[in-house]
């Protein structure tokens, strides 16, 4: 279930902050404990933790559907801004920060790609040598965890199952 949920803290009632999420107990207790980075909703947060205010986490819409409660918070969103400071990043998080458009889509398989084709040089425990340019799908041929044998290219472990390997500079 996806819950729409608004931040207000007590004593300010002209600020308002909502969102989107899962978790809301996580999502409160990230809002609260987490360093807030340099906006106005992380200024607004760290001033209220500063003054020992309490933030108080409404839940305003629960939704089936991920698509569904993202159209509710940007409906919320634009009709908040007439009466509140929204402190939402954008204007509408599901136009702009969450929605992925086909050239946002286009861009991020091309750079999966270039990763993707990039060349590694692997020695097999009996001394093989060869060079593969997709090292995920060469871990799951020969049984390798993947992330161990990035290690062992980063130089962090020194062979993983008696493979080594390393990336070729382009």
């Not at 600020?15 to 980075?37: A, D, L, S, W």
Request: net charge positive; aromatic share 6%; hydrophobic share 25%.
């Amino acid at each position: 279930m996806h819950h729409v949920y608004q931040l207000t803290i007590d004593g300010d009632t002209e600020h308002i902050y909502i969102g989107v999420t899962q978790h809301p107990k996580h999502r409160y207790e990230y809002h609260v404990r987490r360093n807030q980075p340099d906006t106005p909703k992380g200024r607004w947060i760290r001033n209220a933790r500063e003054h020992h205010l309490f933030m108080r986490m409404t839940i305003l819409s629960s939704w089936p559907d991920r698509a569904d409660a993202l159209a509710e918070e940007t409906r919320l969103i634009r009709a908040h801004r007439a009466t509140h400071t929204v402190l939402n990043d954008v204007d509408c998080a599901s136009d702009v920060a969450r929605r992925r458009t086909p050239e946002g889509r286009r861009r991020t398989g091309d750079a999966n790609r270039i990763h993707r084709s990039q060349q590694w040089t692997v020695t097999t425990p009996s001394g093989d040598t060869s060079t593969i340019t997709n090292l995920r799908q060469y871990c799951r041929d020969h049984g390798l965890v993947n992330s161990a044998m990035t290690k062992v290219a980063q130089g962090r472990n020194r062979h993983h199952r008696g493979y080594t390997c390393r990336k070729l500079t382009n």
